[in-house]
Every structure is written in structure tokens, then in C-alpha cells.
T-cell receptor, first 114, second 113 residues
Framework: DQQVKQNSPSLSVQEGRISILNCDYTNSMFDYFLWYKKYPAEGPTFLIS?????DKNEDGRFTVFLNKSAKHLSLHIVPSQPGDSAVYFCAASGSTGNTDKLIFGTGTRLQVFP | ETGVTQSPTHLIKTRGQQVTLRCSSQ?????VSWYQQALGQGPQFIFQ???????GRGNFPPRFSGLQFPNYSSELNVNALELDDSALYLC????????????FGNGTRLTVT
């Protein structure tokens, strides 16, 4: 049973436009959410996180939105750059802020073309 | 600041054999977690170590075991390897406090034939 779902395996966006990556979860006990980016032959790199007490967190070009009632979060990248091309993983945790086990989605491959 | 390092980078083993994977934590981090990433999937939590004790375990059989050493480095041991154990094994370190995200190494690619 997949508790964290990324239903779009891939996304292609033109450079300079907005990239929107989506993530849905089923477990209402999750209260901390993270996005990781992964390049080939490298480990996942932390991008941005959000606690369930917030509905938005912004860091430069990256913004994460959380809709608790819909159990949905999204990552917005504006403007998208070719270097953003990577696989993006959504992850959730059941314990606020702690490094408890993270439940990852299956990832979305983002390609940003010129 | 030294990041998380894992060794070896690639490994080929035969079914039934045993394997040990190693991980050095990022400087200052006291918690180590191990994840298995199968092809086309997201990382799956195996277990976490804090102060040399197992501090949480995912849905993996006992033939997956680990150690954390006083310098916070860690080992993942897998006994009686099966073909389905072929995956990328990721080690991540953290500070085990609120708001501290996991920092991953580049992983060890294990192939079981």
C-alpha cells in the first residue's frame, strides 16, 4: 500500500516556465513533508520541507504548498532552469521535525528544456 | 564539512552470500539511517541508528542488520542474499533534532546474481 504517491512519473517544462510537481498521501498521521532532488549516480539532496502547521513554505525559486484536507502537497519551481532536470521525490514523516523514518513516493522525473 | 560517504560504490554478489556496506556520517551528525531503493521506486526505510542503538526499523527481515560505531559511522549487513536484494542502498545522516533533514550519500549499487 503506497502511502505517498507521485502519480506523474515524468514532467517536461520549458526553461523559464513554472514546474509543478504533485504528491498525495493517505496517512493523516503524517505531519512533516520534504522534497528531495536526485541526479543520476548521486544520492537524494534535500530541497525544502513543510510542517503540517503551515500551508506554504518558500525558499528562493522553490515553494511547497500543503493542503491537509486534500492530503496533497505540491512543489513549484519558478523559473525552471535546465539544471533542475532531475528526479524529485516527495517524502513524509509521522513525527514532527524528527528524523523518523521517511516514506518516499516513487518520484517524478523533471526535464527542463531550453 | 565532510558529507556522507559510502563504500563500495558498486558490488556484485551471488545469491546466498553475505555483504557488508559501509557509511561515514556527515561531520557532526549522530544519527544514521539506511534506505533501499529498487529500480523505479522511491527509497524504502530499512532502519535507523542513534547512539549505537537501533532506533526504528522498517519492514525488512532480520537478515538485514546494522551497526553504528562510536564515531557515528555505520555498517549495513545483509545475510543470505536474494535476487530481490539487488538495489541501490542509501545511507543518510542527520542531527536527530527537530527540523534536521536527512543528508544522503551517493549509495552502493548491489547486484545479486
Amino acid at each position: 500500500d503506497q502511502q505517498v504517491k507521485q502519480n506523474s512519473p515524468s514532467l517536461s517544462v520549458q526553461e523559464g516556465r513554472i514546474s509543478i510537481l504533485n504528491c498525495d498521501y493517505t496517512n493523516s498521521m503524517f505531519d512533516y513533508f520534504l522534497w528531495y532532488k536526485k541526479y543520476p549516480a548521486e544520492g537524494p539532496t534535500f530541497l525544502i520541507s513543510i510542517s503540517s502547521i503551515k500551508d506554504k513554505n518558500e525558499d528562493g525559486r522553490f515553494t511547497v504548498f500543503l493542503n491537509k484536507s486534500a492530503k496533497h502537497l505540491s512543489l513549484h519551481i519558478v523559473p525552471s532552469q535546465p539544471g533542475d532536470s532531475a528526479v524529485y521525490f516527495c517524502a513524509a514523516s509521522g513525527s514532527t521535525g524528527n528524523t523518523d523514518k521517511l516514506i518516499f513516493g516513487t518520484g517524478t522525473r523533471l526535464q527542463v528544456f531550453p | 564539512e565532510t558529507g556522507v560517504t559510502q563504500s563500495p560504490t558498486h558490488l556484485i554478489k551471488t545469491r546466498g552470500q553475505q555483504v557488508t556496506l559501509r557509511c561515514s556520517s556527515q561531520s557532526g551528525h549522530n544519527t544514521v539511517s539506511w534506505y533501499q531503493q529498487a529500480l523505479g521506486q522511491g527509497p524504502q526505510f530499512i532502519f535507523q541508528y542513534y547512539r549505537e542503538e537501533e532506533n526504528g526499523r522498517g519492514n525488512f527481515p532480520p537478515r538485514f542488520s546494522g551497526l553504528q560505531f562510536p564515531n557515528y559511522s555505520s555498517e549495513l549487513n545483509v545475510n543470505a542474499l536474494e535476487l530481490d536484494d539487488s538495489a541501490l542502498y542509501l545511507c543518510a545522516s542527520s542531527l536527530n533534532r527537530a527540523g534536521s533533514p536527512l543528508h544522503f550519500g551517493n549509495g552502493t549499487r548491489l547486484t545479486v546474481t
